[in-house]
């Protein structure tokens, strides 16, 4: 029992550490970020940290799978739903999570180049990501949500542009004079609605737009 007890404590333990830089990381940047800051954030000791991460490389790491579960748990969802989400609305619930992490859209460059095994990790996550969405598509059409893109590069360039906006939105928007606020959630949202409107169906289109 009380080794029952141990184990859960240092679960929790690493659990507060993610969570923690998480939210250190949206503030501060990871690239400006040591594990004495976030030691001194959760008031717990550098050994305590290092017991359950070697160093910072690795606790990102650890945030980027949280991102890409919380990612995959809405594909699930959205897929094993009696009625799958409409592409806008699945931008939108997609575009939460983004904002959650908007450290690593803001740092991923940086942070995979000094990581090989979190840019290897991305590359197989972008991968996925784009699989997904070739299935998300085709259900859409089905759903008379979308119209058929006919060739690969348009879909390609779909899919790509929503994938290079949502990353790079925050940033674009962000200052460093003040706090990091979500209002640009809605702005992104409508500058996607608005680019994806071309290939919507009409009925859905003034669903939308009306």
């Avoid at 690493?14 to 001194?40: L, P, Q, W, Y």
């Avoid at 094993?80 to 991923?108: D, G, K, N, T, V």
């Avoid at 690969?152 to 940033?171: E, G, Y």
């Amino acid at each position: 029992m009380p080794e029952q007890i141990e184990k859960k404590k240092r679960i929790s333990n690493r659990d507060k550490i993610i969570s923690e830089s998480v939210g250190i990381f949206n503030r501060m940047g990871a690239g400006s970020t040591s594990t004495n800051h976030i030691c001194a954030n959760l008031g717990i000791s550098p050994g305590n940290l290092y017991f359950h991460f070697k160093n910072k490389e690795e606790i990102v790491f650890a945030i980027f799978e949280k991102m890409c579960e919380e990612t995959y748990n809405l594909w699930k969802t959205s897929l094993e739903a009696p009625s799958f989400l409409p592409p806008l609305a699945f931008i939108e619930q997609s575009m939460e999570i983004f904002w959650r992490y908007r450290f690593f859209h803001r740092e991923m460059y940086h942070l995979r180049r000094q990581d090989p095994a979190l840019s290897k990790r991305w590359h197989k996550h972008l991968e996925k990501t784009r699989r997904f969405m070739r299935a998300a598509f085709s259900k859409w059409v089905r759903d008379g949500h979308v119209t058929t893109v006919g060739d690969a590069f348009t879909f390609r360039m779909i899919n790509d542009i929503v994938l290079v906006t949502a990353s790079s939105f925050f940033q674009f928007y962000e200052s460093p004079d003040r706090p990091a606020t979500n209002k640009p959630l809605q702005l992104a949202n409508q500058y996607l609605a608005r680019f994806l409107q071309p290939y919507l169906t009409p009925q859905y289109s003034q669903q939308i737009f009306s």
